[in-house]
């Protein structure tokens, strides 16, 4: 097996807003058991997530999604790397999104005990280098609630 091969990406990724994104998913997928992102563009100034809920969750609740993200990052949560097998993978992780061409070796990004989710994407080492997550602004149609946000370094 070539290691590079796996752990190469396949695009260009800002590491904080990266794993913001990460800490971003686990906590929707705990505050409103929906899973995670199904189509996110993530970018070093700005990014979006969505996520398809039945009702729009309301400020009050979008605000508390960035309190518990930002509480999250506050820990100091390393960040690792684990090559698995598909089969391993698989009770660990949803890999509904892994595409058929997958290699049998399966590369596990945890976010501490927070999170974890199969992912070829660069991360930092440690949620304190992600920096202060904003909720930007929101927007929910059709079942469908589209957050925008930024990481800004801690001053």
Same mark, same amino acid.
């Given at each position: 097996?070539d *290691? $590079?091969e796996? $752990?190469?990406?396949?695009?260009?990724?800002?590491?904080?807003?990266?794993? %913001? +994104?990460?800490?971003?998913n686990? *906590?929707?997928?705990?505050m409103?058991? @929906?899973?995670?992102?199904? $189509?996110?563009?993530? +970018?070093?100034?700005?990014s979006?997530c969505?996520y398809?809920?039945?009702?729009?969750?309301? =400020?009050?609740?979008?605000? =508390?999604?960035e309190?518990? !993200?930002n +509480?999250v990052?506050?820990?100091?949560?390393?960040v *690792?790397? %684990?090559?698995?097998? #598909? +089969?391993?993978?698989?009770d660990? !992780?949803?890999l509904?999104?892994?595409p =058929?061409?997958?290699?049998?070796?399966?590369?596990?990004?945890?976010?501490?005990?927070?999170?974890? @989710?199969? @992912?070829?994407?660069?991360?930092?080492k $440690? *949620?304190s =280098?992600i920096? /202060?997550?904003?909720?930007?602004? /929101?927007d929910y149609?059709?079942? #469908?609630l589209r957050?925008?946000?930024?990481?800004a370094?801690?001053?």
């Open positions: 097996m *290691t $590079n796996i $752990n190469t990406p396949k695009k260009d990724y800002f590491p904080p807003m990266h794993t %913001a +994104e990460h800490i971003l686990q *906590t929707m997928v705990r409103f058991h @929906c899973g995670r992102s199904r $189509n996110a563009h993530i +970018e070093k100034k700005k979006k969505d398809f809920l039945p009702d729009d969750p309301g =400020e009050e609740c979008l605000t =508390e999604v309190r518990r !993200v +509480e990052i506050d820990r100091h949560l390393p *690792t790397i %684990a090559f698995v097998s #598909r +089969e391993q993978a698989a660990l !992780v949803d509904s999104k892994l =058929e061409e997958a290699k049998d070796t399966i590369r596990i990004v945890r976010v501490g005990d927070y999170d974890a @989710c199969a @992912c070829i994407g660069e991360h930092v $440690n *949620t =280098e920096g /202060h997550f904003t909720l930007l602004n /929101h149609a059709d079942g #469908r957050l925008r946000f930024k990481v370094p801690i001053s």
